[in-house]
């Protein structure tokens, strides 16, 4: 590449870097006062590009028009943001942050079906920005106006942003929430409004970085996982709760990603590096890498993502007399469903469904309940899995069973590698990392077209033919079961106590010889082979597989269920599959806006069982059985 066009992707870079630190910036100011990891921050930023759209058409003839249209259109974000603040998020400060993640997750799902209500379902190209459609001479080249107009707002908002925190009382105010809340609401600061204000910014900041990308590029419905997956990376590179290193980190990862662009193809000992198709994974591996050598971030502290230790959970106890009955009643009416398909024909393919994502989401809980370790990326074990199988069955010609058996074990080979990085990390950078590995693995994925299929996925994954039909049922029902057998009983042996001794107190736990780290790398392993067989059954269960089964929307599945079932229960997981995908099968099937039905019911639930289905289950059950001891104390002579 020449000079100048080496040039023009530098200044690409910094244009990229300065929208993706108006969204960060919001995002990391939210989690600095609130601790809210706001996964609907991404919606936010969608909205402000379709709400500029939209009043842009109307006035934004001129100049002043179209910057008042932008204008208009963060603030008014900046009004939803507070009014979701005072509606919603209020209600749960005081919940565990995994319950908070799920309540803005909820968010998403309503915000993206509003928008196809309000928008509909086409992409919405803007106009571009009158008096700056031209372009510069650059060298021999022309570079376009507008991305100077787009270098130049990054650092003019890091620059109001600076004086507004360091040169106010407001600004004061909100430093002084991130170091101490307690301490703040002790003075006498009325913390309500304050965090209303901060999320009120921290939302309009995401409608501005969505508004100017207007002449850019076309708002779309799928902008929203698509932002904040970019925000968080942004954020936990800099470190959670800074403003400036959310603009380093923005750089950063903007020029890496530019530098990919310019270089090209090249040739290195004859081998082809396409280094343009390493844009999807650029961010990712930076993360990583800056995680593993500097896990709070290049401008953080350790204790900025920290917050109020939780006290321990109350220790798991083994399954009831009660409890096992209905265990065992309910794998009986799973056995004998296959049997009324004549009366509902369906019911065996949702229950299908529903049996394979218990077994995903109980991989998930081993690691989140008794090992304490929270992951955004465990679509990366699943997915390997899935692939495993079908390469396997269709690459390396083995017999179905036999690919059914080994595609565990290749995502627990994935798992292994992971885990040894991921264990160094705790809270929120153990799970961003977790993300960043799994991102790395679907951008893999996505572009292996010759390997993995690519967009395209593989299809003609079947089970062999004498496993078709109930067969292949009663084989997951089989698989599902003994899972879940051997996953309770690894919980109550002695590798079980040790995971949930170094969750609870690591320091007395290496202090009394366990090997707190290795203990967690082997739980990690263990949760991805588990993950890894779901995996391998879904993509035979559906014939066809692809990047999807990577993704991050399949990783907060698994999240979702999880938290809606509760973490502090064994059964938590297995509750929380079947009414995750029973809603997402009625939700699809009664309406067209499906995601904001299942959002509500999400939203519900959260509200209405802040410790999750078989939480809430197991404390009915402990008042029931404490009032009949007291009943029966009353009767005893």
């Given at each position: 590449?020449?000079?100048?066009?080496?040039?023009?992707?530098?200044?690409?870079?910094?244009?990229?870097?300065?929208?993706?630190?108006?969204?960060?910036?919001?995002?990391?100011l939210?989690?600095?006062?609130?601790?809210?990891?706001?996964?609907?921050?991404?919606?936010?930023?969608?909205?402000?590009?379709?709400?500029?759209?939209?009043?842009?058409?109307?006035i934004?003839?001129?100049?002043?028009?179209?910057?008042?249209?932008?204008?208009?259109?963060?603030?008014?974000?900046?009004?939803?943001?507070?009014?979701?603040?005072?509606?919603?998020?209020?209600?749960?400060?005081?919940?565990?942050?995994?319950?908070?993640?799920?309540?803005?997750?909820?968010?998403?799902?309503?915000?993206?079906?509003?928008t196809?209500?309000?928008?509909?379902?086409?992409?919405?190209?803007?106009?571009?920005?009158?008096?700056?459609?031209?372009?510069?001479?650059?060298?021999?080249?022309?570079?376009?106006?507008?991305?100077?107009?787009?270098?130049?707002?990054?650092?003019?908002?890091?620059?109001l942003?600076?004086?507004?925190?360091?040169?106010?009382?407001?600004?004061?105010?909100?430093?002084?929430?991130?170091?101490?809340?307690?301490m703040?609401?002790?003075?006498?600061?009325?913390?309500?409004?304050?965090?209303?204000?901060?999320?009120?910014?921290?939302?309009?900041?995401?409608?501005?970085?969505?508004?100017?990308?207007?002449?850019?590029e076309?708002?779309?419905?799928?902008?929203?996982?698509?932002?904040?997956?970019?925000?968080?990376?942004?954020?936990?590179?800099?470190?959670?709760?800074?403003?400036?290193?959310?603009?380093?980190?923005?750089?950063?990862?903007?020029?890496?990603?530019?530098?990919?662009?310019?270089?090209?193809?090249?040739?290195?000992?004859?081998?082809?590096?396409?280094?343009?198709?390493?844009?999807?994974?650029?961010?990712?591996?930076?993360?990583?890498?800056?995680?593993v050598?500097?896990?709070?971030?290049l401008?953080?502290?350790?204790?900025?993502?920290?917050?109020?230790?939780?006290?321990?959970?109350?220790?798991?106890?083994?399954?009831?007399?009660?409890?096992k009955?209905?265990?065992?009643?309910?794998?009986?009416?799973?056995?004998?469903?296959?049997?009324?398909?004549?009366?509902?024909?369906?019911?065996?393919?949702?229950?299908?469904?529903?049996?394979?994502?218990?077994?995903?989401?109980l991989?998930?809980?081993?690691?989140?309940?008794?090992?304490?370790?929270?992951?955004?990326?465990?679509a990366?074990?699943?997915?390997?899995?899935?692939?495993?199988?079908?390469?396997?069955?269709?690459?390396a010609?083995?017999?179905?069973?036999?690919?059914?058996?080994?595609?565990?074990?290749?995502?627990g080979?994935?798992?292994?590698?992971?885990?040894?990085?991921?264990?160094?990390?705790?809270?929120?950078?153990?799970?961003?990392?977790?993300?960043?590995?799994?991102?790395?693995?679907?951008?893999?994925?996505?572009?292996?077209?010759?390997?993995?299929?690519?967009?395209?996925g593989?299809?003609?994954?079947?089970?062999?033919?004498?496993?078709?039909?109930d067969?292949?049922?009663?084989?997951?029902?089989?698989?599902?079961?003994?899972?879940?057998?051997?996953?309770?009983?690894?919980?109550?042996?002695?590798?079980?106590?040790?995971?949930?001794?170094?969750?609870?107190?690591?320091?007395?736990?290496?202090?009394?010889?366990?090997?707190?780290?290795?203990?967690?790398?082997?739980?990690?392993?263990?949760?991805?082979?588990?993950?890894?067989?779901?995996?391998?059954?879904?993509?035979?269960?559906?014939?066809?597989?692809?990047?999807?089964m990577?993704?991050?929307?399949?990783?907060?599945?698994?999240?979702?269920m999880?938290?809606?079932?509760?973490?502090?229960?064994?059964?938590?997981?297995?509750?929380?599959a079947?009414?995750?995908?029973?809603?997402?099968?009625?939700?699809?099937?009664?309406?067209?806006?499906?995601?904001?039905?299942?959002?509500?019911?999400?939203?519900?639930?959260v509200?209405?069982?802040?410790?999750?289905?078989?939480?809430?289950?197991?404390?009915?059950?402990?008042?029931?059985?404490?009032?009949?001891?007291?009943?029966?104390?009353?009767?005893?002579?």
């Amino acid at each position: 590449m020449d000079l100048t066009g080496f040039l023009a992707q530098l200044l690409n870079g910094l244009a990229e870097a300065s929208s993706l630190f108006l969204v960060a910036a919001g995002l990391s100011l939210i989690f600095g006062v609130t601790r809210i990891v706001n996964f609907a921050h991404g919606s936010l930023y969608m909205l402000g590009l379709y709400a500029a759209y939209s009043i842009v058409e109307r006035i934004g003839a001129t100049p002043l028009g179209f910057w008042a249209g932008i204008l208009l259109a963060a603030l008014a974000v900046g009004a939803l943001g507070a009014l979701l603040e005072i509606v919603l998020l209020r209600r749960i400060y005081r919940a565990p942050e995994l319950f908070q993640l799920l309540a803005t997750f909820a968010l998403v799902l309503i915000i993206n079906d509003a928008t196809l209500w309000l928008w509909g379902p086409e992409d919405l190209l803007g106009r571009r920005a009158p008096g700056l459609t031209g372009a510069v001479k650059l060298l021999d080249r022309l570079y376009p106006v507008y991305n100077l107009v787009l270098i130049a707002l990054g650092p003019l908002v890091l620059l109001l942003l600076w004086l507004l925190l360091t040169r106010t009382r407001w600004g004061t105010l909100v430093r002084a929430a991130t170091q101490d809340r307690e301490m703040l609401g002790a003075l006498g600061v009325n913390q309500a409004w304050l965090f209303t204000g901060v999320f009120a910014l921290g939302a309009m900041l995401a409608g501005l970085g969505g508004a100017v990308q207007l002449p850019r590029e076309a708002a779309s419905l799928g902008l929203d996982l698509r932002a904040i997956g970019e925000a968080f990376v942004i954020v936990v590179v800099g470190g959670m709760g800074s403003i400036p290193g959310a603009y380093a980190a923005a750089l950063l990862i903007a020029e890496t990603k530019a530098l990919c662009i310019g270089l090209g193809v090249v040739t290195v000992a004859g081998v082809e590096l396409a280094f343009p198709k390493m844009t999807l994974v650029a961010e990712f591996v930076v993360m990583a890498l800056v995680l593993v050598l500097r896990p709070w971030g290049l401008l953080g502290r350790p204790q900025a993502a920290a917050r109020n230790p939780a006290p321990p959970e109350p220790p798991l106890r083994p399954a009831t007399p009660a409890l096992k009955a209905l265990g065992l009643a309910v794998l009986l009416a799973l056995a004998v469903l296959p049997r009324l398909a004549p009366w509902f024909p369906y019911a065996p393919v949702l229950a299908l469904d529903v049996l394979i994502a218990a077994l995903y989401a109980l991989s998930l809980h081993f690691i989140m309940g008794p090992a304490g370790m929270h992951s955004f990326g465990h679509a990366a074990c699943f997915g390997l899995g899935a692939y495993g199988a079908a390469l396997l069955l269709k690459s390396a010609a083995l017999p179905m069973p036999l690919a059914l058996a080994l595609a565990p074990l290749a995502a627990g080979l994935g798992a292994l590698l992971f885990g040894w990085f991921c264990v160094r990390l705790s809270g929120v950078y153990l799970a961003m990392l977790t993300l960043a590995f799994a991102q790395i693995v679907w951008s893999v994925v996505f572009q292996w077209d010759g390997f993995t299929g690519g967009s395209n996925g593989i299809i003609g994954v079947w089970p062999a033919d004498y496993l078709s039909g109930d067969a292949y049922y009663y084989l997951t029902l089989a698989l599902v079961a003994a899972s879940t057998v051997l996953l309770r009983r690894i919980l109550f042996s002695p590798f079980g106590l040790a995971m949930r001794a170094g969750r609870d107190s690591p320091l007395r736990a290496e202090a009394a010889g366990i090997p707190v780290k290795r203990v967690q790398w082997a739980a990690f392993t263990a949760a991805g082979v588990f993950a890894g067989l779901a995996g391998a059954l879904a993509a035979f269960s559906k014939g066809s597989i692809g990047p999807d089964m990577i993704g991050m929307g399949k990783s907060v599945d698994a999240l979702v269920m999880v938290l809606l079932g509760g973490v502090q229960t064994l059964a938590g997981p297995l509750a929380g599959a079947a009414v995750y995908t029973v809603l997402q099968d009625m939700a699809i099937r009664a309406t067209d806006y499906w995601r904001a039905l299942l959002g509500l019911s999400i939203l519900l639930l959260v509200l209405a069982f802040p410790q999750g289905i078989a939480g809430y289950a197991l404390r009915l059950a402990q008042r029931a059985r404490a009032w009949r001891n007291g009943e029966a104390r009353r009767a005893a002579p």
